[in-house]
Structures are given as structure tokens and as C-alpha cells.
């Protein structure tokens, strides 16, 4: 299997496709998205872009202002040291949950399972066995970009920066433990982790300068200053720990979740659990209310009540199988009497019956009348969008009526929605929206199992 993500790689490929002889997958942009749940999914990465954006946007005027209010080439130099500092701390802890990047990845080397991944991942690495070298990193530069955007500006005099300063001296000695830990310990250098290096030494280099020619005064330091930087390192290192376990635990789940499904969307599983379930005779009526093309293989029979807002939220979720697999699904609905005694029932029976007789298109209109109730929901308005008087008689409609009647008490259906699927009823793990991965192997299926049972027929007429 060979994917193509881009229109580009296809000309980069094309020696190697010349001889190619398996699947090439090429993702291409549409317009419309029919799945809801990917189209809720490409809604929240669009907004998870704009929140990123703002906050990028943020952090770049909050430094800004500090530049702004004391220009110098020196703290304009520090403030590039955070911003590099910060981005690379970004690149190493989302390495650490599984956010990659392929440049930075070609960068690394990391595919091979050596480079940055095998440094991030040592134990050797940690602080107190479970403070990664990514979390320090990034909650370094992250404390540093906010004492220096928010505090220092409000800060009267030089102390702050004056305690970044003898921070960063402190923050020395790890280059020396990572540099020895890359060379003699794990064997393997980590880019990333040598570009933060650099980092820390040109910032003690800047603070050394500065210290130096009297700019910042080390021994000016006070007791607030320091409870304040001190702090801000606290508050970041603790919230980077606190993200990092809400993600990471999100992620086992939805890997559970992810291997849950491809058990509960395998059709052989879905068929075996379908054939354990109870069968009622879902043979359609004369003027069965049908949505769908009536030789789809996947045949569903749903028993509903008008006002039951499951039974909408399940029709929606049907929606959404018409429009991915028109030729594969049909829905077949059979309505209770519900509160009003059947009144509404048989108010959209026979518009149902008007269509079949006049208009002669149910299969679309069947769903265009189910949409109409379930946005409405009142009787008198629905009525009035489908004055029908004289048109179907009352002995018809009456039969109409009492043909689902019956068969909701044949099929002895306790709860609405209650769905059938080819005489089966659904096992009560699966919804509607559970089929969409389901069709393509059921219909195919079922198509089979139509087939060999003609041909059996057939044999046996013969005989």
C-alpha cells in the first residue's frame, strides 16, 4: 500500500509507480463531507488552528511589549533565545505524546528508533523517574517567556531579569549531564536536545554579558523577585505535567476505544452477534413506508413512536447510510399508535399513501415527510402542510393504519426505536451510526446470501 498525500509526491513517485502493483491511496480535498462525526472532527482541527494561532499571536505581542519598553540588542537577543527555546521544547514534548513532524523527524533520525526517541525515552533521562528532559525543556522556556512578557514589564527595576540570570547559570551544569549522557551513556546524540544546549549557553552567555558590564546586578536580588520567578517555573512545569497526563491518558483510551471498534466493525463479528438475536417476519406491507431503493441488499425495519426523540436522533444517524451507500440500504418504518392514539400516525400514512397514489416517487419521499414531522412536531401545522381531505379514504387509510398496528404487537416491540436489520433485530451494542463501517462487508454479504439461496431454489425446481 502506497499513500499519497500530496498531488506533488505522485511526480516524485512516478519510476516507482511505472512498476507498482499494489494500492496506491491518494487523499484528495472534497467540498462535502458526508460522515458527521469526520465532518465534527475536521470543525474542531480547524479550530484547534485558530486557538494555536491566537496563542502563538499572543505570546509574540507579550514579548513585543517588554522589547518595546527597554530596547536593547542584548534583551532582543535573550528574547530570540526564548523564542527558539520554546519551539524546540514544543518539537520534544510533543515527540513525547506522539505528535510528529516528518522534518523534524528527518531531522532526529528518529525512525530507526535511535537519535532523539532513544534519549527522550531513557530512563537515565528523568527527573525523580517520571519528568521527561522535554517536559523540563519546554517548561523552562515556557516559565522564562512568561517572566519576561508579563512580570517584567510590570516589574519595577532589574531584579527579575536578575534571577533569570542566576537561573540561568544554574541551568548549566545540564548541558555538561546531557552532553555526557548523549556521548557515554545512551550512545546516540539527540539534535534537539544539543540545539537546547545551545540555547542554555548563548542565554548564559547573554546574562554573563550582562552581569558583566553592570547592566543586571546578581547580588540585587530580593526575596519577592525570587518568590515570583520561582513560582512561575512551579506554575509552567506543573501545568505542562497536568496537560501531559490528560493527554496521554486520552490517548490510551481512544487507543482502547480504537481497538474496541475494529472488533465491533469486523461484519463477521457484527453477522455472528446479528444471527443470535431475535427474527420477526419484516416481509414489507403493500404500501410499505419506505426509504431507500427496495432491492438494497441491507434491509432495515425500524419500529418508531413520532414523538420518541431517540427515534429522531436514530433517523438522522440514518441519514447520513442514504447518503454514503444509496444502492446498499433501505429503511422500512413502522409506526406506533404513540400518545395521541394514532392520530399522528395516521395523519403521515396518508400523505404517505397520497404520494404512492399521485406522485409516484415514495422511496424520496418518504424521508422528505419524516424530515417534515421530526422539524416540526406539531400535529395541527403538519396537517396543514398536507390537506389530504376526500383523497384516501378512511376504510384505506383505516387498513394502513392497522396493518402497522398490528404487526409493532406481532413483533412484540417493548421500546422505540427499535431496528431490524435483513429479520434480525440489531444486538444492543450497535446503533445506526455503528453501520457506516459496517455496509460495504454486509451488503456484499447478504448479496451473496440472496444468490445462493436463488440458486438453491432454482436447483430444487428443477429437481
Known amino acids: 500500500m502506497l499513500p499519497v498525500y500530496e498531488s506533488g509526491e505522485l511526480d516524485a513517485l512516478a519510476d ?53 519598553q527597554a530596547f536593547s540588542w542584548a534583551l532582543l537577543l535573550l528574547v530570540v533565545t526564548v523564542i527558539a527555546g520554546l519551539l524546540t521544547g514544543y518539537l520534544l514534548f510533543a515527540k513525547d505524546l506522539g505528535i510528529t513532524y516528518r522534518t523534524v523527524e528527518s531531522f532526529c533520525n528518529a525512525g530507526t528508533g535511535a537519535g532523539c526517541g532513544k534519549v527522550l525515552r531513557s530512563e537515565e533521562g528523568k527527573l525523580f523517574g517520571f519528568i ?33 540570570g542566576l537561573v540561568s547559570m544554574i541551568a548549566l551544569p545540564m548541558i555538561g549531564y546531557s552532553i555526557w549522557l548523549q556521548a557515554v551513556k545512551i550512545n546516540e546524540w539527540c539534535r534537539l536536545c544539543l540545539v537546547v544546549s545551545g540555547v542554555l549557553a548563548l542565554q548564559a552567555t547573554i546574562f554573563g554579558y550582562l552581569f558583566y558590564s553592570g547592566v543586571l546586578n546578581p547580588l540585587a536580588v530580593a526575596l519577592p523577585e525570587s518568590i515570583a520567578t520561582l513560582s512561575l517555573f512551579g506554575l509552567a512545569g506543573s501545568s505542562l505535567l497536568l496537560l501531559k497526563q490528560t493527554v496521554q491518558q486520552k490517548n490510551r483510551a481512544l487507543q482502547d476505544e480504537m481497538a474496541a471498534a475494529r472488533i465491533k466493525n469486523s461484519p463477521d463479528v457484527f453477522r455472528s452477534l446479528l444471527y443470535k438475536q431475535r427474527q420477526v417476519d419484516t416481509t414489507p406491507f403493500e404500501h410499505d413506508f419506505l426509504i431507500g431503493k427496495p432491492y438494497a441488499p441491507v434491509k432495515l425495519t425500524m419500529a418508531v413512536n413520532l414523538y420518541c426523540g431517540p427515534c429522531k436522533n436514530e433517523l438522522e444517524q440514518a441519514k447520513e447510510l442514504f447518503s454514503i451507500y444509496p444502492e446498499q440500504v433501505s429503511l422500512s418504518l413502522r409506526f406506533l399508535k404513540s400518545g395521541d392514539n394514532g392520530e399522528t400516525s395516521s395523519i403521515l400514512l396518508k400523505a404517505w399513501l397520497h404520494h404512492l397514489r399521485e406522485l409516484k416517487s415514495g422511496p424520496l419521499s418518504g424521508q422528505v415527510l419524516v424530515n417534515q414531522w ?16 376526500g383523497k384516501i379514504s378512511s376504510v384505506e387509510l383505516k387498513e394502513n393504519t392497522q396493518t402497522h398496528y398490528s404487526w409493532i404487537q406481532k413483533a412484540e416491540i417493548s421500546k422505540t426505536p427499535t431496528t431490524f436489520m435483513n429479520g434480525y433485530e440489531l444486538p444492543s451494542a450497535y446503533r445506526m451510526k455503528d453501520l457506516i463501517a459496517l455496509i460495504p462487508g454486509l451488503a456484499h454479504s447478504f448479496t451473496e446470501q440472496q444468490t445462493n439461496l436463488k440458486n438453491k431454489e432454482s436447483v430444487d425446481a428443477t429437481v
Open 16 to 68: 516507482k509507480l511505472k512498476n507498482w502493483s499494489g494500492v496506491l491511496l491518494k487523499a484528495e480535498p472534497t467540498k462535502r463531507i458526508a460522515d458527521k462525526e469526520n465532518s465534527n472532527a475536521l470543525k474542531e482541527e480547524k479550530r484547534f488552528r485558530v486557538a494555536s494561532i491566537t496563542l502563538i499571536l499572543a505570546a509574540v505581542g507579550l514579548l513585543a511589549i517588554t522589547l518595546l
Open 132 to 164: 521527561t528532559f522535554s517536559d523540563l525543556t519546554l517548561g523552562y522556556f515556557a516559565a522564562q517567556l512568561a517572566a519576561i512578557g508579563l512580570l517584567v514589564p510590570l516589574w519595577t527595576g532589574s531584579g527579575l531579569l536578575s534571577v533569570l
Open 374 to 389: 421530526y422539524n416540526i412536531m406539531d400535529k395541527k401545522t403538519f396537517e396543514s402542510l398536507h390537506s389530504l381531505n
